[in-house]
């Protein structure tokens, strides 16, 4: 089955630098990357997914890259905020017998000082 | 994820007791999954349903039991065979294709707390 690992656990960051997390994932069949941001005690949200037939994907502040040969996706933050602080997982799509279960990473806390 | 209901949002049970979460969605999603997170930690897999009156077990099934009798429900109870079931109890949601890979959504979680 599929497992996913992230890096780093921590990460602080000045606000108005980038953030950059890093998932690899170990079944080539995964073909769907999505990336949640869960703030203390709420949902984790969708913020951004990526499917395997393109390497990146944008929206405003926010990026997503895959690298199918390596086997590895990141997030880029630009420009970050405060309000961007908050644990951010990685997930990849476990495509073994089309059960569309997702594996997370174990996340990453993200701190942006001000 | 608006569509996607789970209750109470706090719970205090007493060791040796059942108790049942409640999960609801609204969205007419094929697929459910339970989710256990303990402080600092990822996301956990309990159990998944596909379809009705069919679900699976995932990563750490013991002490737990769930149903799925309606496509919209997906009630979780957590076992008195359950060792350490204090933790934050997340349901999601999801279309589900046999060659489409969808999002899931997740409701806004359960914190259990054993006394």
């Known amino acids: 089955g599929e497992n996913v690992e992230q890096h780093p656990s921590t990460l602080s960051v000045q606000e108005g630098d980038s953030a950059v997390i890093k998932c690899t994932y170990s079944?080539?069949?995964?073909?769907?990357f999505p990336w949640y941001k869960q703030e203390l005690g709420k949902r984790p949200q969708l913020i951004i997914d990526?499917?395997?037939?393109?390497g990146e994907k944008k929206d405003q502040r926010i990026a997503v890259t895959l690298n199918k040969t390596a086997k590895h996706f990141s997030l880029h933050i630009t420009e970050t905020q405060p309000e961007d602080s908050a644990v951010y997982f990685c997930?990849?799509?476990?495509?073994?017998?089309?059960?569309?279960?997702?594996?997370f990473g174990t996340g990453t806390l993200l701190a942006v000082q001000p | 994820d608006g569509g996607i209901t789970q209750s109470p949002k706090y719970l205090f049970r007493k060791e040796g007791q059942n108790v049942t979460l409640s999960c609801e969605q609204n969205?007419?999603?094929?697929?459910m999954y339970w989710y256990r997170q303990d402080p600092g930690q990822g996301l956990r897999l309990i159990y998944y349903?596909?379809?009705?009156?069919?679900?699976q077990k995932g990563d750490i099934a013991e002490g737990y039991s769930v149903s799925r009798e309606k496509k919209e429900s997906f009630p979780l109870t957590v076992t008195s065979a359950q060792k350490n079931p204090t933790a934050f109890y997340l349901c999601?949601?999801?279309?589900?294709?046999?060659?489409?890979?969808?999002?899931?959504?997740f409701g806004p979680g359960t914190r259990l707390t054993v006394l």
């Open positions: 969205l007419n999603h094929d697929a």
């Open positions: 997930a990849a799509l476990d495509y073994g017998g089309a059960t569309n279960k997702l594996i």
């Open positions: 999601a949601s999801s279309i589900m294709g046999a060659l489409t890979s969808s999002t899931q959504y």
């Open positions: 349903s596909q379809i009705v009156n069919d679900f």
């Open positions: 079944d080539s069949a995964s073909n769907y």
């Open positions: 990526i499917r395997s037939n393109v």
